[in-house]
Every structure is written in structure tokens, then in C-alpha cells.
């Protein structure tokens, strides 16, 4: 004997049978009404999914900001990874860089040197 399986159905039914019952039976005022409301529901979804959403318009705002806030950091990087390299060359080869980096930034002099410094004017 097969067994039986109840069909069961949605909760929703009831009403969405009144509902078709309702446009088909009902006069062409109710049906402009529904579509009416139906399109300021479809309207008012958009404009939540673009103040909002995923692809909303401030989020693609903020991503073209950050955007070029990280083209300009990367400008920047490039000019002082160019501008290390350029360094580097210079103390591996230029033996008067040296001296100048040797007298400038750590103050050193040769032996039995004298720097005279001139203070203000």
C-alpha cells in the first residue's frame, strides 16, 4: 500500500487566491490601483538599492576616493624607490658623495682640519 504524503499548503495560499480571485473578478480601477502601488514599490526599491546598497552611489563615491588616494600614494612610493636607487648608485660608486654625506649629515673632518662657522649676520 503506497503511503500516502500529506499535500501541504504554503500559509500564504488563502490570500493569494482572494488576491487572483479579486483581479479577476474586480473592476479595472482596482487593477490600476495594484499596479499603481506596485510601481512606487518597485521605485522606492531602487532608490534604496542606489542610496544604500551594494553598488549604492556613495559607496562607488568613496571607492573612486580611496581609489585615487592610492594612485597618488603610489606615485609617491614610485619617485622615492626611484630616488633610493639613484642613492644607492651614487655611495656604491661616487667617492666624493661619500665625503659630502661623511661632512654634511654626521659632521666629520679630516685629521688636523679646522672648520670655521660663521653665526648668524
Known amino acids: 500500500m503506497p503511503r500516502r ?3 501541504g499548503r ?3 495560499a488563502p490570500v493569494a487566491e482572494n488576491f487572483r480571485a479579486r483581479l479577476a ?15 512606487w514599490v518597485v521605485g522606492g526599491m531602487f532608490v534604496w538599492s542606489l542610496a544604500v546598497g551594494e553598488y549604492s552611489i556613495p559607496r ?5 576616493l580611496e581609489h585615487g588616494a592610492l594612485l597618488e600614494a603610489n606615485r609617491q612610493y614610485t619617485v622615492a624607490l626611484a630616488d633610493a636607487a639613484r642613492i644607492r648608485h651614487m655611495l656604491e660608486t661616487d667617492p ?7 661632512r654634511t649629515r654626521y659632521r666629520m ?10 653665526r648668524g649676520q
Open 10 to 12: 504554503p500559509f500564504w
Open 60 to 64: 562607488i563615491i568613496r571607492l573612486h
Open 25 to 39: 473578478s474586480g473592476d479595472s480601477r482596482l487593477r490600476r490601483q495594484i499596479v499603481r502601488y506596485g510601481l
Open 109 to 118: 673632518v679630516r685629521p688636523n682640519e679646522v672648520i670655521y662657522r660663521y
Open 96 to 102: 666624493s658623495y661619500l665625503e659630502y654625506i661623511a
Open 5 to 7: 504524503v500529506k499535500q
